[in-house]
């Protein structure tokens, strides 16, 4: 079993619509055990042999809600086993081969995020899209005022606007240093694109839906005037997998 859970989870095309684009056809290996637990410690299990992650490390959550989810989302395999269908297990994969070694890279990427947050540039027109915005993004922008202290300052339209020195470096230090709650938040950012969001659900400001809704006003806007988009909708939900992986991650530790 050396090299399976290698073979498994490098190079595979896991986003549908990115792999029709490359033409590529994943080779999925069949499934190889009869049963994926957690054991005490923390570590995935199949068969009761330790699961490696592409590093070769063992895979192994901080908490057992989180091992128990991680060894679910294995069992849930049925005759291959689909990376695509296994968002937190590529997570965990993520924290303990890379953000648990490099941990500072990844707070400065969300914090670049920050800078440039999705909440931060506003439609100029139309005007019910401008007031759709303002109803769903302003309140966390005033939530994030009272918590850090600072004033993060919107614009109408896309040319960069820097934000005050100040008000970066608050919300940077409020990024958790510990490597799982880093990349899940980390994946929640870039998959909304704003690190306002992804704090503000790391902190009870925002629920999970309420998250993933403020991240598509433009898009469900464009969608209400000009009707459904179909390759849209398909990579949402390719995405909202991604961010229910991250939220569950959260919640479990």
Known sequence: MRDIFTEIFENQPVDPTEAARRGAR?????RFYKQAHADESGAVLLDGKPVRTPARRLLAAPTRALAGQLAAEWDAQVDVINPAQMP??????????????APQPVIEEIAKYIGTD????RAEAPAGLVTKQSQVWDP????????????????????????PDEAIAAAQAAIPKDPWRLAALSSITTLTGSGLLALAFARGAVDADAAWAAAHVDEDWQMSQWGRDELALERRAYRHAEFK?????????
Do not use: C, E
């Open 88 to 101: 937190l297990t590529r997570l965990a994969n993520a924290v303990i081969d890379a953000v648990s070694d």
């Open 118 to 121: 999705l909440l931060l540039y």
């Open 140 to 163: 966390v922008l005033v939530w994030a005022s009272k918590t850090f202290g600072v004033r993060f300052v919107p614009t109408q339209g896309v040319i960069y606007t820097p934000q």
């Open 245 to 253: 992986a991250a939220i569950a991650m959260l919640s479990a530790l």
């Open 26 to 30: 994943p080779n999925l290996r069949k």
